[in-house]
């Protein structure tokens, strides 16, 4: 191989890694135990691999930054709000603008590994935070939940 399609190769496979890495979309869903679908948004511009737990961070900040841009007084986020009240129609956060994600977070890992609820990427369970869930082939993760999480 000359040392022109050496580097010529060498740039295609730098540039499709690159390409793959800011590629991925991942679609959150909220079902019920019988399969039903209760709510679902999307992200785009995600790596191809990431971990259960930089995807439940990355759906809490997600949830926190909507409802932070249109605060409507409902907040149906994987984890209920400090001294929010929960209603049939969602939950009423106290203070309808600011949702502190990290906290949350927090929150939600603690109850992923106490079995609050549980995640699928496409049709498996994941069971481990670390465990890396390939977004360009399991581009769905749905969250089964088993018990109320609430913030505090």
Not at 76 to 84: A, F, I
Not at 85 to 106: M, Q, S, T, V
Not at 109 to 117: I, K, V, Y
């Amino acid at each position: 191989m000359t040392e022109e399609a050496a580097e010529a190769a060498a740039g295609t496979a730098a540039e499709a890694a690159s390409a793959e890495a800011g590629s991925a979309t991942v679609t959150f869903r909220d079902e019920t135990a019988a399969g039903r679908p209760v709510a679902e948004f999307s992200v785009a511009g995600l790596p191809g691999r990431m971990t259960v737990r930089e995807l439940i961070r990355l759906r809490v900040r997600e949830e926190a930054a909507r409802h932070g841009a249109s605060p409507s007084g409902r907040f149906d986020g994987l984890v209920r709000p400090d001294g929010g009240e929960a209603r049939p129609d969602g939950n009423r956060p106290r203070d309808p603008r600011e949702l502190d994600w990290e906290r949350r977070a927090e929150i939600a890992e603690r109850a992923f590994l106490g079995n609050g609820f549980i995640v699928f990427a496409g049709d498996r369970q994941v069971e481990d935070l670390d465990a890396e869930v390939d977004l360009t082939s399991d581009s769905s993760l749905v969250f089964l939940r088993l018990v109320p999480l609430a913030g505090g």
